[in-house]
């Protein structure tokens, strides 16, 4: 099990922007073993994927972020990022990374049932 620490997070206007990590514990697996993605949710909603990177390099992002939003990693810190952009208040929630094991195939990587180990969250707003 990865122990997953998100940071980053905080108030910015509308406009602004944002970059979260995401550190992971040194476990059994070596960190490229895992697929990664970024979750979000907002009180009263669902969680919603963001943005996700499959252990291959694949990345893939929700629409509601494209061209806003970038997702990366440094797998010698193990470490997740997520750069985020042209912030708008539709965009605030609570941030979570999550963590699934082996490669995700296309159609699950942003869906929160794939992944198995989740970090407390860092909540962003955005303000208009």
């Known amino acids: 099990q990865l122990e997953l620490v998100e940071s980053g997070g905080g108030s910015v206007q509308a406009g602004g922007s944002l970059r979260l990590s995401c550190t992971a514990s040194?476990?059994?697996?070596?960190?490229?073993?895992?697929?990664m993605a970024w979750f979000r949710q907002a009180p009263g909603k669902e969680r919603e994927g963001v943005a996700a990177?499959?252990?291959?390099?694949?990345?893939t992002y929700a629409d509601s972020v494209k061209d806003r939003f970038t997702i990366s990693q440094d797998n010698a810190k193990f470490t997740l990022f997520l750069q985020m952009d042209s912030l708008k208040p539709e965009d605030t929630a609570r941030y979570y990374c999550?963590?699934?094991?082996?490669?995700?195939?296309?159609?699950?990587?942003?869906?929160?049932?794939?992944?198995?180990?989740w970090g407390q969250g860092t909540q962003v707003t955005v303000s208009s």
């Open positions: 990177i499959t252990n291959t390099g694949t990345i």
């Open positions: 040194r476990g059994t697996y070596a960190y490229d073993y895992f697929s």
């Open positions: 999550a963590a699934g094991y082996g490669y995700c195939s296309e159609g699950y990587c942003l869906k929160s049932d794939w992944y198995k180990d």
